[in-house]
């Protein structure tokens, strides 16, 4: 029997195909063998921000002696025990928001249980416009964070680019110093909220044009924490990957994504806010698609293991 090669187009990424040949003569129809095969996915692209690698350890997690008055939704304290992980060492800025839209194609979500989620308020002051060429950063504000960001579209972002959202456990570790979490600071990497946090109290900045001529600031432009990371408190507040619950109801569940309520939770308070919410334990609830002038992510990815 002959030998033949034939081209296939059109064909999906990541998609698994059947094939079969035949042939008719006079006697009748022969049919091949079947093939399966699955073609290649798309390759994802990496995220173009800095990363920090936080080593694993336990810390308490919540609000202790060191960080008082606590709110009752930051008790009890209780031990966790992390791996180790990357994280962005700055917040996700505009423009990095925007070239993700348009590699996208879309600002909705596209598949999955959440398809059709807006991902962000478009053409907000101080954030991401929507052109006749698709989507830039408002004029001036390529290096701020991206705001106006809905959990779906955080959660997405973080997928698009082969990572995620960090846990609320994450989060905190690394805000609290990671292996440093002994320091005890009121707030990431200090205890001096001016230092190492744009809030309330030294946010205005006329250029912005936001309220009263306050606003967020560059990426990075305090001090940054233990672990070189910025931002942790203050600027805007970063979406973690987590339902809202308290902490009682938490304790063997808060490294999962089970939905356990109907909130997510962002962390570590914005510009726009008084001191005593930028600490490295204050929590807050809020609908995954809910947005803001001051709300916006950080990227985390998982450290790969290679197992022999």
């Avoid at 008082?68 to 505009?94: I, Q, R, W």
């Avoid at 979500?109 to 991902?119: C, D, L, S």
């Avoid at 994450?170 to 320091?183: L, Q, S």
């Avoid at 914005?270 to 002038?293: C, E, H, I, M, Q």
């Amino acid at each position: 029997m002959g030998e033949f090669s034939c081209t296939l187009s059109n064909l999906s990424p990541g998609t698994t195909y059947f094939v079969r040949a035949f042939a008719t003569n006079g006697i009748g129809t022969a049919y091949g063998n079947e093939i399966v095969f699955t073609t290649l996915p798309l390759p994802i692209p990496n995220y173009s921000g800095e990363l920090v690698l936080v080593a694993g350890g336990s810390f308490e997690l919540g609000c202790s002696a060191l960080q008082m008055p606590c709110e009752a939704n930051e008790l009890p304290v209780h031990n966790v025990t992390l791996s180790d992980f990357y994280m962005g060492k700055y917040e996700v800025t505009n423009q990095e928001f925007a070239n993700f839209l348009n590699a996208y194609g879309q600002a909705t979500v596209k598949a999955g249980e959440i398809t059709g989620e807006n991902m962000l308020v478009e053409n907000l002051t101080g954030g991401i416009i929507k052109t006749e060429n698709g989507w830039e950063p408002a004029a001036g504000k390529a290096n701020y964070p991206a705001i106006g960001i809905t959990w779906f579209g955080a959660n997405e972002f973080c997928a698009f680019y082969g990572g995620r959202l960090p846990t609320e456990a994450e989060w905190e570790f690394a805000a609290k110093g990671g292996i440093h979490a002994t320091d005890g600071y009121i707030y990431s990497g200090s205890n001096q909220v001016e230092i190492v946090a744009i809030y309330a109290g030294n946010s205005t900045n006329a250029s912005n044009n936001l309220e009263n001529g306050m606003g967020t600031f560059t990426i990075g432009s305090l001090a940054a924490n233990q672990l070189g990371v910025f931002d942790l408190s203050g600027n805007v507040n970063e979406w973690v990957s987590d339902w809202y619950a308290d902490y009682t109801a938490k304790l063997k569940s808060y490294l999962s994504d089970t939905p356990i309520g109907t909130q997510k939770i962002y962390r570590g308070g914005s510009w726009k806010d008084a001191a005593t919410g930028l600490k490295v334990t204050a929590r807050y609830p809020a609908l995954p698609n809910f947005n803001g002038n001051n709300l916006g992510f950080r990227f985390v990815k998982a450290v790969m293991v290679i197992t022999k």
